[in-house]
Every structure is written in C-alpha cells, then in structure tokens.
C-alpha cells in the first residue's frame, strides 16, 4: 500500500489531476 501510495505521488508530478483521479478510480 505505501509503495502505491508513493507510486502516485510520484506519477501526480507528471500527470494531471483529473488524469490522476481517473487512474485511481479504474485501478479501484
């Protein structure tokens, strides 16, 4: 969990935030 956790803050820094809500919502 904390190394997913860490995953997406470090893809936030290149993605959008709308891009980043949607991959967490597809990814559950």
Known sequence: MKLEG???LDLSLFLPGP???QMMA???
Request: charged content about 20%; proline content about 0%; overall charge neutral.
């Open 6 to 8: 860490i995953r997406v």
């Open 19 to 21: 891009l980043l809500t």
């Open 26 to 28: 597809d990814h559950g």
